[in-house]
């Protein structure tokens, strides 16, 4: 199936299931786990073989910075729609999605020279897909973290607006927070850990970049973590921790990519 074809489809269904969320979130359909996750799981096939096709090459795969950004968006979704089975989560398809529709459109628009990695580099590879894991897991969180401060804020102002109908209480959207978090820093460890394994320099020219960025947003989550259970963080604070752990890492993982591929 042609690429354009694979990305039509997988464009279309993510727009279907943000206007189903949207119209959910404004009251005018019901919540319907079923065909959420069945126009989830729909978009993902295209989107993944558009993957199969654009990102993984001969002996190995493309990951430039928009290559990067259609996987980890395919990662972002199918992590968000196995959540959603277990967790109140539904509110991050709002954003979600959109994130998969602009990754997939400013893919096919640039055309950056690859960055392949080997397939045969089994040790890479596991470092690679640790880090776009816990990268996707975060942005997670980054979003949930948004809404938690944008939910408190509303009810400290005793405003029934549409954000305090349709979210869940704030103690839970605090217990899903901190989850995310939990399981980030895990897969963010391991990332770090593969990495000091299997690269040989961590600090050359082009990943000092990434490790200390990474090595800083770990410090933050950790330090999050610990607030947690020796202050009580909560609310507004835990979501400024979270967002400035995430910003962190973002930077790690995409800001070396910007500045090699889409400066120099």
């Known amino acids: 199936m042609g690429t354009l074809i694979l990305a039509v489809t997988a464009l279309f269904l993510y727009s279907v299931g943000t ?5 959910h979130f404004r009251g005018r359909v019901e919540s319907n786990l079923a065909l959420t996750t069945l126009i989830g799981v729909l978009a993902l096939v295209p989107h993944g073989l ?17 290559k990067s950004a259609v996987l980890t968006s395919w990662l972002i979704v199918f992590l968000l729609l196995g959540l959603n089975l277990t967790k109140p989560v539904g509110s991050l398809f709002l954003a979600g999605y959109p994130i998969a529709i602009l990754a997939i459109i400013a893919a096919l ?7 392949v990695v080997s397939e045969q580099s089994y040790g890479m ?14 942005t997670l969180a980054a979003i949930q973290a948004v809404l938690l401060q944008l939910l408190n804020r509303q009810l400290k102002h005793h405003h029934n607006s549409i954000l305090v109908r349709n ?9 899903v927070l901190f989850e995310m ?3 980030g820093v895990v897969l963010l460890v ?5 990495g000091a394994i299997f690269i040989e ?15 800083l947003s770990l410090l933050v989550f950790v330090a999050l973590l610990v607030g947690r259970y020796t202050r009580g963080w909560r609310g507004v604070t835990a979501s400024h921790w979270t967002l400035a752990g995430c910003a962190l890492l973002m930077i790690a993982f995409y800001g070396s990519k910007f500045v090699l591929e889409l400066v120099f």
Not at 50 to 66: E, K, N, R, W, Y
Not at 190 to 194: H, R
Not at 201 to 215: G, M, R
């Open 50 to 66: 558009l993957i199969a096709q654009t990102v993984h090459l001969d002996g190995g795969f493309d990951l430039s910075f928009f």
């Open 109 to 115: 628009a640039n055309h950056i020279p690859s960055r």
């Open 190 to 194: 391991l990332a770090i850990v593969t």
């Open 19 to 23: 206007a189903l969320q949207a119209l």
């Open 201 to 215: 320099d961590l600090f050359a020219q082009d990943l000092a970049h990434k490790t200390l960025f990474s090595l």
């Open 167 to 175: 979210l869940p209480p704030l103690q839970t959207m605090e217990s």
């Open 125 to 138: 590879l596991s470092h690679v897909a640790l880090s776009i894991t816990a990268y996707s897991l975060f």
């Open 181 to 183: 978090v939990w399981a």
